[in-house]
């Protein structure tokens, strides 16, 4: 009887060890890794990881979360090295301007330049008192390489004018009497010719599946427009302004 115990005791043992062995987790590091494998702990400091061939050594302390279920919608380094951003959004500024927010979108192609740097390029549409189309490069640096993550990025550019020729009040002459006043208006037509532009900001990107992701950022515009008329005459104009944008990333 004792050794019918005693073989039933070795065979569970064996299966036990043998289903420990095979049993893969998932193990999500606070860097953004993602690995999936079987994990060892050492002593009470750090562990082992063995995923495929390789074997990783970590700290406890750099570990997120460990679980026998992939977490649905993480975002993995394996993941394309690109992504395709679409955003809309406002100009804020002042009240005394003729229109105070008006209205953004623009779109970009952006490329893991190094790990948590993406560098890309696009163009897109800015409703200010004429219609431009900036066209820009974007540089971003993503804090971590996870499901969310806040960001900093950097848009420069030029703003290139859509409407050629716009007038300008510039020749107002004021004919001041003792009983009343008078003027006449004379348009200046003025051919626009864009100008420089540049936008830093900051953010968060929240994916919210492998392919599918949302953005929420906030930043400083400056941007210049010239405009040049007969005779010599320009008028430059200068944009500062709080941009705010709601964006969706495919990638």
Known sequence: MKK???????????????AQKNKKEVIYLKNGTVLKGQQTPIDDDKLVVQSGKNLWVFNYSEIDTITSRRIRGAFENESAPYFLKTSVGVLAGSSNNSKPTPFSFDASFNFRLLPKWYLGAGAGIDFLDESY???????EF??????????IGLQGGYMIPLDGEVYSGGGVYY?????????YYNPVQLESKGGLM????????????PNLGLMLAFGYRYHEVNFKGDNHYQLDREYNRLSIRLGILFN
């Open 133 to 139: 189309l900036p066209v820009f490069g974007n540089l």
């Open 175 to 183: 004919d001041y009497m003792p009983w009343s006043s008078s003027y």
């Open 4 to 18: 019918v115990i005693y073989l039933l005791s070795f065979i569970l043992a064996i299966n036990s060890s043998f």
């Open 142 to 151: 993503h804090f971590r390489e996870s499901r969310f993550t806040p960001f």
């Open 198 to 209: 540049v936008n830093p900001s900051f953010g968060f990107i929240s994916q919210l599946g």
